[in-house]
């Protein structure tokens, strides 16, 4: 895996390419002099959890035989206050799911994937705690 990071605009703009040439835009926050064109670094974190966690539940699905009509991931993540460097803390994730699927294997799938094949999780459960809900046809799965 191989990652370029280039300055675009001074001070924090920067475009990360990966090694099949798809692009993110960074940038800090208007605090300290950013220009809110770009996530900030801490921010695709969480992004990366939903999109890891994502391809795997669809992924258990599908090999189940799921019919995936609707699917979105809402991240919440808190961070460490008062402390340099600030990592999260408390991580809570909300997957919407839609369509005929039964609600044993949505609650499954997103169990495996957040406790044994996301490695995003993984990786930023060794500072945060995270915590997770699934929801089908906008009703929680007990």
């Known amino acids: 895996m191989h990652i370029e990071l280039n300055r675009l605009e001074a001070p924090f703009h920067f ?12 940038d800090g926050s208007p605090e300290i002099g950013g220009q809110n ?11 990366a959890l939903g999109g890891c966690s994502g391809i795997d539940v669809v992924s258990i699905l599908q090999k189940q035989k799921q ?7 809402s991240i919440d993540g808190e961070r460490q206050k008062g402390v340099e460097p600030s990592l ?16 044993a294997k ?15 999780a993984k990786t930023l459960e060794k ?14 799965v007990a």
């Open 15 to 26: 475009e990360a390419v990966n090694d099949t040439g798809n692009t993110i835009h960074f």
């Open 67 to 73: 019919e995936i009509e609707s699917f979105r991931i």
């Open 127 to 140: 500072t945060a705690v995270i915590t997770w809900e699934v929801h089908l046809n906008n009703q929680p």
């Open 37 to 47: 064109k770009g996530v900030r670094p801490m921010q695709s974190l969480l992004m």
């Open 106 to 120: 949505a609650k499954r799938a997103v169990e495996l994937s957040m406790e044994k094949y996301c490695s995003v």
């Open 88 to 103: 999260y803390e408390s991580i809570h994730v909300v997957y919407h799911l839609g369509g005929p699927i039964d609600p």
